[in-house]
C-alpha cells in the first residue's frame, strides 16, 4: 500500500495529513475552514484517494497559513507516498464540468513542479474565504508533491462552480497519474531512468 503521514508545526499551523493513495476515496478533514473541508473531501472522494487533514491553524488572522500549509503537508504526503514512482502513469489530463462551468486540468508527476493558473474569479470571497486562496492552495500542493500542473478554468459563472470543478478536475487527473500500469508495472515512466531533477 503506497501511504504516507506528514505532520507540519510552525507557529503558524499545526497540521497532520494521512494519504493512502490505494484506498477507496474515505475522508477525515478537519481544517477549521468550512469551504476548504469541502473541497479536500471532493479531492479524496474522485481520486480515490483515502485522506486524513488534522489541522489547527491561526484562523484569527486570516485563512491562508492554514489554507497553504495544507497543501504543503497533502503534496508532501502524496510525494512520499509515490516512493520513486515505479509503475506509474505519470500523465494525465481531464475535462471536469459542473453544471455551466468547465475546467480543463492537466499534470505530470515528473517530480519537477511547476504551476500554471489560469483561473478568474467574479468575487473576492466565498462565503468567509478568500478566492485568492485556494491558488496558494494548489500552488503549494504542486510545489511539494513534485507536479507540473496546469489547470484552467474555460468558462464559467458561478463561483463555488469554479472552484469545484478545479478540484474535481484535479482529483481525477491525480487518481489517473497515480494508476499503476499493468503493462510496465515494474519501470519508472521516464528513459532517464528517474524522475525528478
Known sequence: MRTATIERNTKETQIRVSVNLDGTGEYNVSTGIGFLDHMLEQLSRHSLMDLTVEAKGDLHI?????????????????????????????????????????????????????????????????????????????????????????????????????????????ARVLRAAITIDPRKSDAIPSTKGQLGN
Open 62 to 170: 486570516d485563512y491562508h497559513h492554514t489554507t497553504e500549509d495544507c497543501g504543503i503537508a497533502i503534496g508532501q504526503a502524496v510525494a512520499q507516498a509515490l516512493g520513486e514512482k515505479r509503475g506509474i502513469m505519470r500523465y494525465a489530463d481531464a475535462l471536469s464540468p459542473m453544471d455551466e462551468t468547465l475546467t480543463r486540468v492537466a499534470i505530470d508527476l515528473s517530480g519537477r513542479p511547476y504551476f500554471v493558473w489560469n483561473v478568474e474569479f467574479s468575487k473576492p470571497k466565498l462565503g468567509d474565504m478568500d478566492t485568492e486562496l485556494f491558488r496558494e492552495w494548489f500552488q503549494a500542493f504542486a510545489q511539494n508533491a513534485g507536479a507540473t500542473l496546469h489547470i484552467e478554468n474555460l468558462y464559467g459563472i458561478n463561483n463555488h462552480h469554479i472552484v469545484e470543478s478545479c478540484f474535481k478536475g484535479v
